[in-house]
């Protein structure tokens, strides 16, 4: 039925549990494993610590701006890296294959649903831990936008195990 399945992931508490159960799924149908890890544009708040305007004087300012700026992309990528590994490594302990796909500078909602149509996913396996809290509430969870928002199925697993 489904041969390959997205797993957004975020390699973190009990997202490792929605991981786990997204994989075991894939393993009962014999599907592949597409694990995707989508980190943001970097925020306005970590912008104005990076680019404070206090360390902004003389000629060296504009590269220790553009230093910072390089390693907070290489902390996300390092990030992304660690998530997409504990995927990767579940698949490979469950006999699943995966391919691991890391989207820089794209909301999640949006990335998740780029990376299902580019690599024809037929089934978004997305976790969720059913608190949204006031912004969840206020402007949707990543999964009730991709919800709304895909033309691929999507199982929403609620991911209330162990963390």
Known sequence: MYKNILLPTDGLGKCKFGTCHGILLA?????KVTAVCVT???SGQEILRIYNPDLLHGASSGTVAKDSMKHAEELHKEFAEKALEVAEKMCKDNGVQCEKVYLAGESPTD????V???KQCDLIFIST????GLMGTLFGTVATK???RSNTPVLVHHCGGPS
């Open 129 to 132: 831990h059913g608190n949204p």
């Open 111 to 114: 990335g998740i649903l780029k």
């Open 40 to 42: 943001e544009k970097l």
């Open 116 to 118: 299902a149509k580019e």
């Open 146 to 148: 991709i919800l709304s």
């Open 27 to 31: 393993k009962d149908l014999g599907a």
